[in-house]
């Protein structure tokens, strides 16, 4: 791993571990928003709303083969 990684990567991992209090973390990296979440009561939160939660392009692309399945839950 390159020194750029390892600083990058140290500098992602300093940042989740100076908001982990808040329960919830989210990044974009690249195009790609990404949530962490620290608790039981955000992750409830968050997979208890259909409001909060949209499919991704991922999962369609998965779709086509997995049909319905656990995805769909």
Same mark, same amino acid.
């Given at each position: %791993?390159?020194?750029?990684?390892? &600083?990058?990567?140290?500098? %992602?991992?300093?940042?989740?571990? *100076?908001?982990?209090?808040?329960?919830?973390?989210? %990044? *974009?990296?690249? @195009?790609?928003?990404?949530?962490? =979440?620290?608790?039981? @009561?955000?992750? @409830?939160?968050?997979?208890?709303?259909? @409001?909060?939660?949209? *499919?991704? *392009?991922?999962?369609?692309?998965?779709?086509?083969?997995? &049909?319905?399945?656990? =995805?769909?839950?």
């Amino acid at each position: %791993m390159s020194n750029y990684s390892v &600083g990058w990567y140290n500098q %992602m991992l300093d940042f989740v571990n *100076k908001h982990r209090d808040k329960g919830v973390v989210q %990044m *974009k990296i690249l @195009e790609t928003s990404n949530v962490i =979440l620290f608790t039981p @009561e955000c992750i @409830e939160t968050l997979l208890g709303s259909s @409001e909060l939660i949209t *499919k991704s *392009k991922e999962y369609k692309f998965l779709h086509h083969w997995l &049909g319905y399945s656990i =995805l769909n839950r």
